[in-house]
């Protein structure tokens, strides 16, 4: 049975929270960890609620463009692509979308979507990295709404979200937080927690 999308209000989207990114792989940093409690409590209030929660996964080939700006990660058919154990036992409940850039937005069948859900006032974003593949996300789903001159409050929640660290190169505290003001700038709603209710 076809989904009615013109059903859905709320939605909670969970950006990458791949092993390739938390667990295993060159790309891997496992303090990313750290957030997934947050995103599955946020997830399982969606599910009880009847409300919409769609994950990203990244999922390159290995002639991916992408692979010539970061060393090679989430390979396709790898474990690397797969969502970590704690989210993937909802896997089946969610709408999936693989992603073979840093911006799920760009992903033509996640467009689709996204424009199908006409009554949509709520979309909340988690996972990582926020400097990358969140604020990739974030502020294109903005300008678009702002375009179609619709109201859907974007909602990014510091607890939720978080990227790298490496030393002396890209230092997790200051790209999240210069993240959040370029977010904060878009119109986007940032927040310590969300209550998911």
Known sequence: ???????????LIIVDMVNGFVKEGTLADPQIAG?????????????????????????HNKNSPE?????????????EVELVDE????????????????????VPEF?????????????VITGCCTDI???????????FFNEINRNV??????????TYNIPDIHN????NEMSFRFMKQAGIQIVKKFGGV
């Open 67 to 79: 692979l010539n700006n970061f060393p090679a990660h989430c390979i396709e058919g790898t474990n």
């Open 172 to 175: 997790r505290d200051e790209w």
């Open 133 to 143: 593949c969140i604020i990739n996300l974030a502020i294109p789903l903005k300008n």
């Open 153 to 162: 409050n974007i909602i990014v929640p510091k607890n939720a979200v978080d």
């Open 87 to 106: 989210l993937k036992q909802y896997e089946d409940k969610f709408t999936v979308f693989n992603k073979n850039s840093t911006s799920g937005f760009v």
């Open 35 to 59: 957030i997934i409690p947050e995103i599955e409590r946020l997830a399982l209030i969606y599910l009880e609620n009847g409300d919409k929660v769609i994950a990203f996964k990244d999922c």
């Open 111 to 123: 467009f689709d979507y996204i424009k199908g859900m006409t009554n949509l006032t709520e979309l």
């Open 1 to 11: 049975m076809k989904e009615n999308l013109e059903l859905i209000k709320r939605g």
